[in-house]
């Protein structure tokens, strides 16, 4: 019998691009770990779209969602629905973890859209689903953070949850040496490296870690020291494995000290000529040409890699405004300029434009903004053909959103092994992931125009599966 989807089995690039073997001189080294060596020989015009790498079941439930997040009738009820939920203390009716029809529906729609699963088998079977799409890897992210909210001056979020939960023996003044919320953060923590392959990333929310930590960060201080030696131990224990971690850019009112064990941790674990540790650069922050100045400056006199994970920002919803560039043009601009600035081996006073050698910097940019990855992708490639200097380059998307771009870049692989492309997945129980998947809601929401043109090239990619099943079909 055939399928209505013609196009599901995959396996990564497959469909797209062609395979031969290359001569292993023809294969490009770069100087750092990042490399990646030619495997495939591939046809740069590929003549499938983009979206044709996904398989059907992943198609189908994409629709479902940016049908939903399009269409402003549907979203802003689905919204509302989930905010609720996401309020602790829910009634049985109304609790996502124990309600099993309503927590039937949430998993098979927006959580695993947009989740890696609620245990370790769930974990690895996402992960493995991408990586025969094509995905160099996966980022993975332990639900748990800790939102502070400008306008009502409140934290809110599982960080603070977990701490103001406890009863009994341990209270909130608990000495900080028997922290719950630190624990239970390292825990999943550390369970989380347990997942990831080598190459892989962990991405951390600080904040997560509970009210201890977001105390700390937000006097712009250290956490304290159980934390530090949590973060060691994850450290330690990733780096033994291969696994890269990235610090996540939180709320403006814990970044500063977020960015400080950020650059403790590089300094510490980024000795080998390569990053083990990134800290994330906020694009839409007026104040982050300065902050990078500043940490640039900090990599070339301490001799570490700079591990340089740059977004836009997610926090617009909940940060002051005034710190935030006036336009979106000004942040696409900050992006740009910091994306192709590093690329080029050139950021202010560093560089052969400027005064001081360019530090050793791996980039990472995390951006669903096509112009953006595709620009710096050809810049890149442009400077590695032509034997400018350049730095090693990686770009990731969020799971369950814009899949168009992901593959995209996926395409342009001309069989030197990059783009090299990741997908960044949470994961955790129902409960735990409920803030993130409202935060994934609320910046579709947003992103009107970016979400518009996902639902139609989804649409557009089920309509050419149709058509393909019913040419098929043997006329009766
Ligand atoms: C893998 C990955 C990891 C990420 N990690 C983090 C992280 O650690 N911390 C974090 O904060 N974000 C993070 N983000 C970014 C964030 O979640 C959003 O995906 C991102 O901000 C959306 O921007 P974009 O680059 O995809 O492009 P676009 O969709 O083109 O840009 C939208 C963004 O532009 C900015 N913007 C919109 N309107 C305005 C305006 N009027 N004025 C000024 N700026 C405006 C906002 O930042 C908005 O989110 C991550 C994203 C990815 C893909």
Redesign the pocket.
Known sequence: MRTLFPGKPVTGLARCIRTSNVPASTRLRFSSTLQAQAQVKTDPSPSLPPLSILPAHVLLRSLLVSTISSKRFLLIPALSFMSFLSKPNRIWLFDVDRNPILHGILKKTFYNQFCAGENAAECRSTIREMKDMGFRGV?LTYAAETVFDHSTQAQHGQGVAALKSEDGNVSINAPVSQCPSIEAWRKGTVETIDMSDAEDYL?VKLTGAGIKATEAFAAGDLPPQQMMDALDEICTKAKDRKVRILV???SQHFQKGIARVAVELMRKYNRDGYATIYS?Y?A?LKSTPATLANHLTVASEDGFTLGLKL??????ATDERSL?????E???NA?NMIAQGALRKNIGEFGDKGSREFPSVNLFL????KE?VVAAQKLYKHRVTSGLPTVPVRF???HGMSDEVSFTLLQMNDGDGTPEVYK?STWGDMGECLAYLLRRAI?NR??VL?TDNEYRALKAEVFRRAKLTFSLSPSS
């Open positions: 980022i991405a996540d850019a939180e994330t906020q839409y977004v836009r920002g997610a926090y617009m935030i560039h006036d336009t979106k000004d942040t696409d992006y995390a951006s669903h903004n953006s990731a998307q969020l960044c910046e947003d992103a970016r």
